[in-house]
Nanobody, 119 residues
Framework: QVQLVESGGGLVQSGGSLRLSCAAS????????MAWYRQAPGKQRELVAR???????TYADSVKGRFTISRDNDRNTVYLQMSSLNPEDTAVYFC?????????????WGQGTQVTVSS
């Protein structure tokens, strides 16, 4: 069973930076993609950034140029470097690991880490 543990959230002032980490355990086969999502109060969960095993990256328009996702395939760990944070970035950030290639498939989520940006 795949388990994801996030770390690195916290309180930061507008314009500041934070780095989130997510380590996956219980993995025998590497995820196809690892990603960060976020959910603000009263809003739907949304994709922030996704990275494939081969390094293909997708960003939400709202974070392009400010956030950087990276991945350590050997450690099954994904990072999110967040810069120029603003109050609209305040949310619970969730890590996701997904594999769709049979016979081993999974779609696992972490417990979430709170990011709060004060104005």
């Amino acid at each position: 069973q795949v388990q994801l543990v996030e770390s690195g959230g916290g309180l930061v002032q507008s314009g500041g930076s934070l780095r989130l980490s997510c380590a996956a355990s219980g993995i025998i086969f590497s995820p196809d993609t690892m990603a960060w999502y976020r959910q603000a109060p009263g809003k739907q969960r949304e994709l922030v950034a996704r990275i494939s095993r081969g390094g293909t990256i997708t960003y939400a328009d709202s974070v392009k140029g400010r956030f950087t996702i990276s991945r350590d395939n050997d450690r099954n760990t994904v990072y999110l470097q967040m810069s120029s944070l603003n109050p609209e970035d305040t949310a619970v950030y969730f890590c996701n690991a997904r594999r769709t290639r049979i016979p081993i498939t999974f779609d696992s989520w972490g417990q979430g880490t709170q990011v709060t940006v004060s104005s």
